[in-house]
């Protein structure tokens, strides 16, 4: 399993992921914004779930999502999108409008494995 995490918090970067990443067993990369982690995409790296703040400047979570749809395997990858923002209500509805999770902030590592477990492929 590949996830990869988008997100300026550094703490969120340095605890919650990583420990996210090591209790699935999975390679991750951490891009600290949308345009580095489009370049991590770039680079090859093919993620099966994303976790990602929205406002992760330069470019939002949207241009990863409008990039990740431009790939191949883009309908396999699984996004779940967050963010801090008070105005978090369009962002909400942009995130249903593109068929991503969406989850307001401060992340929660229950939440974060019951998003993977729920979205892992049918064995």
Known sequence: MNILFIDKEKNVC??????????????????????????????????????MDYDSPPGNGMDVVLYIQTREYGEKVRIFMST?????KKIE???????????????????LQKFINDNLPKK
Not at 14 to 39: C, D, F, H, V
Not at 84 to 88: F, R, W
Request: no cysteine; proline share 5%.
């Open 14 to 51: 340095e605890t919650l992921y990583p420990m996210l990443a090591k209790k699935n067993g999975a390679e991750y990369k951490i891009a600290e914004s949308a345009q580095r982690a489009i370049a991590v995409l770039k680079e090859g790296f093919v993620p099966d779930f994303i976790f």
């Open 93 to 111: 509805n942009l995130a249903d409008m593109l068929k991503v999770t969406f989850e307001r902030k401060p992340l929660q590592l229950f939440a």
């Open 84 to 88: 801090d923002l008070g105005d978090y």
